[in-house]
């Protein structure tokens, strides 16, 4: 069993910045895959950015050059840097864990972006 907190979200202005948070307990985090999720209303959950056990990331071709992913594993947490936020990039957005077969998620983490 893997428990995911987000935290970060709010309320930020285009162009502006915010960084996510997850973090994750109980099971060993260093050996799991993790990423970001979002959905916005009407719209299909979708892939933000992936960090596998080795460091290699991916990203949504969206989010690529604005979002930077990363994970801490002494500190079991994982991180989404959100720069030059766009009006787009409102959503709920959604820590995920994998090991194997197995799936994690947390309850999200809501993103506003607006003027």
């Known amino acids: 069993q893997v428990q995911l907190v987000e935290s970060g979200g709010g309320l930020v202005q285009p162009g502006g910045s915010l960084r996510l948070s997850c973090a994750a307990s109980?099971?060993?985090?260093?050996?799991?895959?993790m990423g970001w999720y979002r959905q916005a209303p009407g719209k299909q959950r979708e892939l933000v950015a992936v960090i596998t056990t080795g460091g290699t990331t991916n990203y949504a071709d969206s989010v690529k050059g604005r979002f930077t992913i990363s994970r801490d594993n002494t500190k079991n947490t994982v991180y989404l840097q959100m720069n030059n936020l766009k009006p787009e990039d409102t959503a709920v957005y959604y820590c995920?864990?994998?090991?194997?077969?197995?799936?994690?998620w947390g309850r999200g983490t809501q993103v506003t972006v607006s003027s």
């Open positions: 109980g099971s060993r985090f260093s050996i799991n895959v």
């Open positions: 995920n864990s994998r090991l194997a077969s197995v799936i994690y």
